[in-house]
């Protein structure tokens, strides 16, 4: 446990190039399945039309050890999103408010420069929505020199249909497993196949990257060394990481996810159990939501993955909770 224009890639069916408008034009990227033309402006539940839009561009040291390093992880916070829960940390950007439009060339450009500024990795934020376009950004990038592995930064939405577009490009999942009970979703995010959506994802993630691989000194032996222990010493190079955000008085919801978690994965792939929940512009009618999640709480999950023996995890020290914790959205980088 550790403390802290074109798509070029093959159609996963039929081995054939596909246009933008084969995606967009009938929106079916994530299950809430719009089918709204997005290239003729019209705005699916992500709040986004075709138009490619991020708003930050920039260094992250706030993710798990292995993927922010020391240098920090090469975060692009894209516009939008197809969840919209209610108490979205990235509330700004979520509803489309903040944002600067770019092309896939300019984006793949930013991966470059995110590169040259010594980035441990390209992260892509909440990316669903527009993932043709950084297929072909992605795809663009790699030709020019792109080598450091790109995350998948994701609330796990998408279809697996569209997680195929990825197979090849990316080299590590972060996808969030946020709900288990599809009250509890339905409540939060208006969705009542959450879980058994984002567990199709996640399993599909797991198909295309495998088990964890970290970036050990050439001299080092893997087998000498825990891959919890690798973790917390060396970057991730490939693998799955599912993060769960706890919520105030879910506790019996986070515990059948982190239980389905170790049934399912044992020790594939990582788990990352965080308490860094913050209120910010919560509703009216959501009144549960506007405290944190209590000490008890979180030392209470804690003790059940050590009933679980579960080896691969990460947990968050004290004081995550705040505001400080989430970067200004000012189009920095764009």
Request: include cysteine; charge should be negative; hydrophobic fraction near 35%.
């Amino acid at each position: 446990m550790v403390t802290y224009s074109e798509v070029s890639h093959a159609d996963a069916f039929s081995g054939e190039k596909m246009n933008l408008s084969d995606y967009y034009s009938n929106c079916d990227l994530c299950h809430r399945h719009c089918h709204v033309n997005r290239l003729a402006g019209q705005i699916g539940y992500c709040k986004q039309t075709s138009e490619l839009r991020a708003a930050r561009a920039a260094l992250h040291f706030w993710e798990e050890p292995c993927i922010s390093g020391s240098a920090g992880s090469g975060a692009v916070f894209f516009s939008g999103c197809s969840l919209q829960c209610v108490f979205c940390q990235n509330h700004d950007i979520a509803i489309g408010h903040t944002g600067k439009t770019l092309t896939s060339h300019h984006l793949s450009d930013i991966f470059l420069r995110l590169q040259e500024e010594q980035a441990s990795n390209i992260n892509l934020v909440t990316p669903t929505h527009f993932i043709p376009d950084i297929v072909s950004a992605l795809e663009e990038a790699k030709s020019h020199g792109l080598t450091i592995p790109v995350v998948y930064n994701t609330g796990s939405y998408e279809t697996v249909d569209a997680l195929h577009m990825l197979d090849g490009l990316v080299d590590i999942y972060l996808p969030d497993l946020k709900y288990y009970s599809p009250d509890i979703s339905m409540h939060y995010a208006n969705t009542q196949d959450y879980f058994i959506c984002a567990s199709q994802a996640v399993s599909e993630m797991y198909r295309q990257v495998g088990m964890p691989v970290f970036s050990l000194p050439a001299d080092q032996d893997p087998a000498a060394i825990s891959l919890a222990d690798q973790s917390e010493q060396y970057l991730m190079k490939r693998g799955v990481i599912v993060r769960h955000l706890l919520l105030p008085g879910c506790s019996h919801d986070s515990r059948e996810i982190i239980s389905y978690l170790h049934q399912t994965y044992q020790d594939k792939v990582f788990v990352s159990v965080m308490n860094q929940y913050t209120p910010i512009k919560i509703p009216a009618g959501y009144e549960e939501l506007e405290h944190i999640v209590s000490d008890r709480e979180y030392e209470r999950i804690i003790h059940f993955i050590l009933s679980l023996e579960m080896e691969n995890v990460f947990i968050q020290d004290g004081g995550t909770a705040q505001e400080s914790f989430i970067p200004p959205f000012n189009c920095d980088g764009i």
